[in-house]
């Protein structure tokens, strides 16, 4: 499986973003979806996660409440609709994903578990 986010930019703080990621390659209905950020200086860190059928998300406590993930299989799509931007969101955003033929209840947060990533998309906030 191979992924392209697209999406990013510059946005003022309390605007909206969409990230999208494209999957090319193997089925992609099989693969939980995760997105991961780095800040400059900073670890990077898993931001939003969606199960193989979208029926199960997380969201990480900065991002809760501002963020959601969905996805759309038929189209091989998963998106991140980025809402009130606030000064902590810059980063590069990665779009990742690991297979998981059985459908498991938890999602992994962990980087190593992910094997696919595409080459992230820059998201800036002018405050």
């Known amino acids: 499986v191979q992924l392209g986010e697209s999406g990013g930019g510059l946005r003022p703080a309390g605007g909206s973003l969409r990230l999208s990621c494209a999957a090319f390659?193997?089925?992609?209905?099989?693969?939980?979806v995760g997105w991961f950020r780095q800040a400059p200086r900073k670890e990077r860190e898993a931001v939003s996660c969606?199960?193989?059928?979208?029926?199960?998300?997380f969201s990480s406590d900065g991002v809760k409440g501002r963020f959601t993930v969905f996805r759309d299989n038929s189209k091989n799509l998963v998106h991140l609709q980025m809402d009130n931007l606030n000064p902590e969101d810059p980063a590069v955003y990665y779009c990742?994903?690991?297979?998981?033929?059985?459908?498991?209840?938890?999602?992994?947060?962990?980087?190593?578990?992910?094997?696919?990533w595409g080459l992230g998309t820059q998201v800036t906030v002018s405050s």
């Open positions: 990742t994903a690991y297979l998981d033929a059985a459908p498991s209840p938890s999602l992994s947060t962990l980087e190593d578990e992910y094997d696919y």
């Open positions: 390659g193997d089925s992609f209905d099989d693969h939980v």
């Open positions: 969606i199960s193989q059928r979208g029926d199960n998300t």
